[in-house]
């Protein structure tokens, strides 16, 4: 029998017509609990989210559990590279934030709509991003670099949106699920499929409940120097 860390590694979740990797069921549970969190502002959300971007990178970067394609998924799994990177960012982020009195309404940091100037700078990342990524893809011989450099370029943008409590952030990931499920079901990864579309319900309720948030909610310090004043 098998132990769990074991099962973790080389373990399978048999449904109907075959099996899933457990690494790749886990790890999109992990991403999954991270936006649930991250919905609701809570730092939580970024260390939950590290563990769920280490279980998948070791997923795309080997194609183990893919029988429809060869190549590894490299923009797939550079996007949790960089996830971890921008979520060390997020959570120090956060955490100044919350230390400093986070939000009125007990979370860490109060959404606000980005500036013109910095939605500007988005679209010049974007456009950067794309290219950057798809020249790099194209190099390392990734599978569909067209539409992978969208996602690992799209993923970055939203992540550091959600970094800086934009509500645009939202916006960007419903373009990357778009994408991103039409390439994992071409390239054989089912339960990452799946979970991009049950994503997608999360990301439209997150929207609009940070758009809500972003005229009643505000950051603590802020609420106390208007009084003061």
Do not use: C, H
Not at 23 to 33: P, T
Not at 84 to 91: Q, T
């Amino acid at each position: 029998m098998m132990g769990p860390l074991e099962w973790l590694i080389n373990g399978t979740i048999p449904v109907p017509g075959g099996a899933l990797g457990a690494r790749e069921v886990i790890g999109n549970l992990f991403g999954l609990a991270s936006a649930v969190l991250g919905m609701r502002r809570l730092l939580w959300a970024w260390p939950v989210g590290l563990v769920g971007n280490l279980l998948l990178f070791t997923v795309f970067a080997t194609g183990e559990f893919s029988g429809t394609v060869e190549e590894p998924l490299w923009g797939q799994a550079g996007r949790q590279v960089f996830f971890a990177a921008v979520s060390a960012y997020g959570w120090w982020r956060w955490s100044q934030a919350r230390r400093a009195g986070g939000a009125s309404d007990g979370g860490a940091i109060a959404p606000r709509w980005a500036t013109w100037t910095e939605r500007g700078q988005l679209v010049v990342l974007g456009v950067v991003g794309y290219a950057a990524s798809y020249a790099l893809l194209l190099r390392v011989g990734s599978w569909g670099p067209s539409t992978e450099a969208w996602i690992l370029a799209g993923s970055m943008l939203a992540t550091w949106g959600m970094a800086r409590g934009w509500v645009e952030f939202w916006l960007v990931w419903m373009l990357v699920d778009v994408v991103g499920v039409t390439t994992l079901v071409n390239a054989g990864y089912y339960p990452t499929a799946g979970m991009y579309l049950f994503y997608a319900v999360f990301v439209v309720i997150g929207f609009f409940i940070w758009w809500r948030d972003s005229s009643t909610v505000v950051e603590v310090v802020e609420e106390k120097e208007t009084i003061a004043a």
